[in-house]
């Protein structure tokens, strides 16, 4: 059974940085391509950054180019994204994302938000 657990969110203020991570389990991490969405609200689920199985190619939407990065331990089943500058437009939920054996796979999410 996949499972991806977010963790890592929380209340920030502009300019802020914050260490979103993914647990993941029930299929071979190190074979998957992962990824980052964030959902803000009344706005469609949108792609923040993706990485590689073996963690060397990583893409992010422009919005967040420069400021957060995407990385993944494959030993511990792990992705996480650093997110540095934040600022309030980059408040929304989080999730984590995989495809496995044709199906797609979402963690809980996990709720930022960047205020003063």
């Known amino acids: 059974q996949v499972q991806l657990v977010e963790s890592g969110g929380g209340l920030v203020q502009p300019g802020g940085s914050l260490r979103l991570s993914c647990a993941a389990s029930?299929?071979?991490?190190?074979?998957?391509?992962m990824s980052w969405y964030r959902q803000a609200p009344g706005k469609k689920r949108e792609l923040v950054a993706a990485?590689?199985?073996?963690?060397?190619?990583?893409n992010y939407a422009d919005s967040v180019k420069g400021r957060f990065t995407i990385s993944r331990d494959n030993a511990k089943n792990t992705v996480d994204l650093q997110m540095n500058s934040l600022k309030p437009q980059d408040t929304a939920v989080y999730y984590c994302n995989t495809h496995w054996l044709f199906k797609n796979y979402w963690g809980q999410g996990t709720q930022v938000t960047v205020s003063s």
């Open positions: 990485i590689a199985s073996a963690g060397g190619i990583a």
């Open positions: 029930g299929f071979t991490f190190s074979r998957n391509d």
